[in-house]
């Protein structure tokens, strides 16, 4: 289609030019606050390797204090998303300034009244800890685990009918990891 050719030719196009690379990813972060430009941003960092190498590791923190702040709730899950993405694709990032994003996002998961938000933060940790051997002493320091068991049977609990496929899907592959990473922890 017209539309797959044209994100072809952009993504070829802004691979070969990391200036423009660069100045299209600081106006989408002037927009964060707006959720198109969040999402935007999520997909934008999925789609552009360079990006994640050069523009993301110093926004990381940019990117989680607007999560923490926002009461929108698309930006707090594009936020998670874009965060997941920068740890899980980016070049290799310390162990440190992974606590710190996972401390975030946990409080952010604690603090929710928001399924969807809970779902995409709970998305985003599967995907930054299901490596057996990627950042196990923050996912143990931080006890990672206790925070998808609470969420797990809570919506057990409290027999939270899902909102969507998507939030149903998530809540099981939630207790899924759990039931994986407590077979596989050291």
Known sequence: SNIALGGTCLTVSMEQDNQRLGETWEMLKKLLDIPGASATM???????????SQALMKDCDFILDRMLAR????????AASLIA??????PNVSEDRVEKLTAGMLKQLKASSSL???????????????SDDTYCDTFEKLD?????????S?????????HSEHEAETL???ESFVEYKLQHMR
């Open 42 to 52: 999520a997909v934008f960092a999925g789609s552009f390797k360079n990006c994640r």
């Open 71 to 78: 009461q929108d709730e698309q930006v707090q899950s594009d």
């Open 85 to 90: 993405s920068i740890v899980t694709r980016g």
């Open 116 to 130: 969807q938000v809970q779902c995409e933060i709970l998305n985003a940790l599967i995907d930054m800890y299901s």
């Open 144 to 152: 990672v685990i206790s925070f998808f068991q609470e969420a797990v």
């Open 154 to 162: 809570g919506s057990k609990r409290n027999q939270l009918p899902a």
């Open 172 to 174: 099981m592959n939630a």
